[in-house]
DNA sequence: AGAAATTGGTTTCATTTGAAACTATATTCC
DNA sequence: GGAATATAGTTTCAAATGAAACCAATTTCT
């Protein structure tokens, strides 16, 4: 069933060219450094980062459409808008139709340091991407989409 | 400070544009699909599995030595020996020279497991991959080390 | 030589995490 | 209409995690 690079006997693997391996140390190495800088400044994590990104665009959303955008499971969804909403960062009300569903929003408080974070994470994401040319960065741009989708498939 | 990207006020941003989000869900598919590979057939977890990696192509490491090449810490490091020598898959032995140190390797039923696991991992590597075309994949490859040394930087 | 500082590795403790159980509301099926 | 099932969200409990404290061996400094 492994077709190309499965060799024989005495396999080897070397870490440092296994691609789940790469992907998976830079992405730590830049989701750390990002969350410091969200911590530091912010005092937020990047679960609560991500939902305040996701409300900073689309208001009025679920906790489950929450956690659907972010990827990320219900009870970490959970527990981060309890966070948030102890802050006064986001606010919730009941939905007028189905009585399970509390809508979600940023409160004016909340919209403020998210006026406030956008331009940080996109400095930063402008850093990381400095290494590469406008030229390269679309070919990684492709290239990820093209992975994630494969990987969609996998998971 | 921030220079191209960053927009004025009103600011938006869009999660699923974001590199540093993008990276960090493909990885974590990826990782996660490998993980569940390596645990329905072997039992082994990724701390688990990367240390024998590292022992299987070069043994005798100590267990700093393995945490540098790993970028795992150690206390996990020591943890995952810890288990691994429980179930008989790693060995280790007092260094000559620096009492201080133990030499790790993985044993003869250790090395069954990884030359197992080897062909699978390189398997799921060539699944994954398979969406991009030889050039494309090349492309990555370079594009991820680019990336990989920037992100070092910030780190 | 011996005190002080370093280094390899383990343990402790508080926090984070996720799976499964639980509550409450909605929907489906008879 | 009402029992059975499904869905939104929270809570509980056990395991994974990491920072800091710790122990032991080594090196450095005087």
New interface residues.
């Given amino acids: 069933?492994?077709?190309?690079?499965?060799?024989k006997?005495?396999?080897?693997?070397?870490?440092d060219r296994?691609?789940?391996?790469?992907?998976?140390?830079?992405?730590?190495?830049?989701?750390?450094?990002?969350a410091k800088a969200y911590s530091d400044r912010f005092g937020l994590s990047i679960p609560q980062w991500?939902i305040m990104?996701?409300l900073?665009?689309t208001g009025g959303l679920s906790a489950r459409e929450v956690a659907l955008?972010?990827?990320m499971d219900k009870v970490q969804v959970s527990r981060a808008i309890d966070s948030l909403m102890r802050a006064r960062f986001v606010a919730r009300a009941a939905d007028a139709e189905d009585g399970r569903i509390l809508r979600l929003s940023l409160t004016p408080k909340g919209r403020a340091i998210y006026?406030e974070v956008?331009?940080?994470?996109?400095?930063?994401?402008?850093?990381?991407?400095?290494?590469?040319s406008p030229e390269?960065r679309r070919?990684?741009?492709a290239?990820?989409g093209?992975?994630?989708?494969?990987?969609?498939l996998?998971?």
């Fill in positions: 069933m492994p077709s190309s690079a499965a060799a006997r005495e396999a080897r693997l070397d870490l296994f691609l789940p391996y790469r992907l998976s140390i830079l992405s730590n190495r830049v989701s750390g450094a990002i991500r990104a996701v900073g665009s955008r972010t990827a006026d956008v331009p940080l994470a996109l400095h930063l994401e402008d850093v990381f991407l400095s290494a590469l390269e070919q990684f741009d290239l990820l093209k992975l994630a989708r494969q990987a969609h996998l998971g």
